[in-house]
């Protein structure tokens, strides 16, 4: 059973900061890789997808994959009041149709 | 357009009264999901539906059932809902290994 683990549960930063999530999952023949945003009251909604080992940048945001240390990671550069919402992990499974996500990791961005 | 709704947004029920969440999605996807959150428990998966007729237990199953008689339409019962299902229920459709396209959510209570 996979298992997907998110850092840190909770993160305040000044608007303008670079801010870093980071996600661990446990079975390195994963092949699909995604974060959600959840704004509070709203649905999940994808924000950025990376499929293969390396970098993938669109505009502020940045998909970091390691699959030999089973580790992916989210940036946003010059974070803004508006990117303050739930992020969330997920990672599917060998068959690639179920999905597990993380936890998730409350972001607030302070004016 | 794509799209996922749900019905009803908001519903409350008494202890041991039947409940039935639908979801309809426009995208004439395959696979639909059946999620609940929970606060700090992140998004669970109650069923998966691989198309019509075709359904599997998720991670959280107990005391629900699902019915896909239409691609586009996936159904949640809870037979004699208990206190502790009291929760947002989120419904998702997706193509295999892409991102899962999520509807509103309906907030049930059960008293």
């Known amino acids: 059973q996979q298992n997907v683990q998110q850092s840190p549960e909770s993160l305040i930063v000044p608007e303008g900061a670079r801010t870093s999530l980071n996600c661990t999952f446990s079975?390195?023949?994963?092949?699909y890789f995604w974060w959600y945003r959840q704004h509070s009251g709203k649905a999940p909604k994808a924000l950025m997808?990376?499929?293969?080992?390396g970098e993938k940048e669109e505009g502020r945001f940045t998909i970091h994959l390691n699959k030999a240390s089973l580790h992916f990671s989210l940036h946003i550069r010059d974070s803004q009041p508006s990117d303050s919402a739930l992020y969330l992990c997920?990672?599917?499974?060998?068959?690639?149709?179920?999905?597990?996500f993380g936890k998730g990791t409350h972001l607030h961005v302070l004016p | 357009d794509m799209k996922v709704t749900q019905m009803p947004r908001y519903l409350i029920k008494r202890m041991g009264e039947n409940v039935l969440l639908e979801c309809g999605q426009d995208?004439?996807?395959?696979?639909m999901y059946w999620y609940r959150q929970d606060p700090g428990l992140g998004l669970q998966l109650i069923y998966i539906?691989?198309?019509?007729?075709?359904?599997s237990e998720g991670d959280i199953p107990k005391g629900y059932r699902v019915s896909r008689k239409k691609r586009e339409h996936f159904s949640l019962i809870l037979d004699s809902a208990k206190t502790n299902q009291t929760s947002v229920y989120f419904c998702?459709?997706?193509?295999?290994?892409?991102?899962?396209?999520f509807g509103p959510g309906t907030r049930l209570t059960v008293l």
């Open positions: 539906s691989y198309d019509v007729d075709s359904n």
């Open positions: 997920a990672v599917h499974d060998t068959n690639a149709y179920k999905v597990i």
């Open positions: 997808s990376i499929f293969s080992n």
């Open positions: 995208m004439s996807h395959e696979t």
């Open positions: 079975d390195s023949a994963s092949q």
């Open positions: 998702a459709s997706s193509l295999r290994g892409r991102e899962q396209y």
